[in-house]
C-alpha cells in the first residue's frame, strides 16, 4: 500500500509538471499567434507635436518601423530613445488595440546661439539642448561673453548676468517694447560694462548698430531709445547712430553714423 500510494503521488507530480508544460507551450503558442498575426499589425501611426522633426525622423528616433506589430512595441524603451534625440524636449507613446500606436512629443525651442568658444543652441528656459551644427538652420540671436559657470549647475541657481540675457531676450517678444522691432544680431556680456545689444538692421526704419544697456532698469532705457529714435527720424540730425550709451539712466552718450564736422573744422559728438 505504501509503494502504491507513493507510485500515485509521483504520478501526481508529473501530471502536474506535464500539465505546466503543455499550459506553458499552450500560451507561448498564442504569444507567437500573436504577435505573428496581422490583426495586431500597425495600421494607423500618429505622430502630433512635430514641427521641425518629420515623421519619418521621430520614427527613426523612436526606432519603430511602420508595419511592425503593435504588441512587439517597448513603450518605455521607445519613448527613452525620443528622449535621446536632441531636439526632443517631452515624448510620450500610447497604443489602442488592435492597430493604433499614437506619438506624442514636445522640441524645444531655440531661444538663441551661446557662443562659448563652441556653439550651443538654449531654449526658452536658458538651457542648452544640443551643440550647433551645420544641418541646423536656424537664424538666431548670438550671445557671447557666457561661461559654463553661468549657467544651472547641480546646486547652484544660474548667474543674474545670465538671467539679464535672457530677460533681456524675452522682451524681444514684446509688442509693446521697442526691442521687439530691433532685429537683434549679437548680445555682448561684458562683466564689468554690462551688456550691449548689436543690431541686425534698422529699427523703424533708422539705424542703430549698437546699444549698451548695463544691467538694470531695461523698460526705461527702451522707452528713451524709442524716444531718441523718434526725435532723430522727425529732426533728422543724423542719418543714424553707430552706438549709443544708455547706461545711466540720468544721461545719453550717442555716437553718430555720419557726424557732421564744425565750422572750425573739428566733430563734435
Known sequence: MKRARFRRSCLNVLAGILGIALMSLFFIFCHDIMLQSPYFKVTSLDVTGNKRLSIQDVLDAARILPDTNVLLVNLPLSQKYLLAHPWIAEAEITRELPGRLMLAIKEHHPLAILDMGRKFLINQEGKIFKELSDSDSVELPVIEGVDFTDLDQEDLRRSTHYDAVLYLLELEHDSACVLSRL???????????????????????????????????????????????????????????????????????????????????????
Open 183 to 269: 532685429p537683434i544680431r549679437r548680445i555682448h556680456l561684458d562683466r564689468e560694462e554690462g551688456i550691449t545689444i548689436f543690431a541686425a538692421g534698422p529699427i523703424q526704419a533708422f539705424n542703430v548698430n549698437a546699444v549698451r544697456v548695463g544691467y538694470q532698469d531695461f523698460s526705461e532705457k527702451f522707452v528713451r531709445l524709442e524716444k531718441i529714435i523718434a526725435y532723430f527720424k522727425t529732426n533728422k540730425f543724423i542719418q543714424g547712430i553707430d552706438w549709443i550709451d544708455l547706461r545711466q539712466m540720468n544721461r545719453v552718450v550717442i555716437s553718430p553714423l555720419n557726424p557732421e564736422p564744425r565750422s572750425d573744422g573739428r566733430k563734435e559728438i
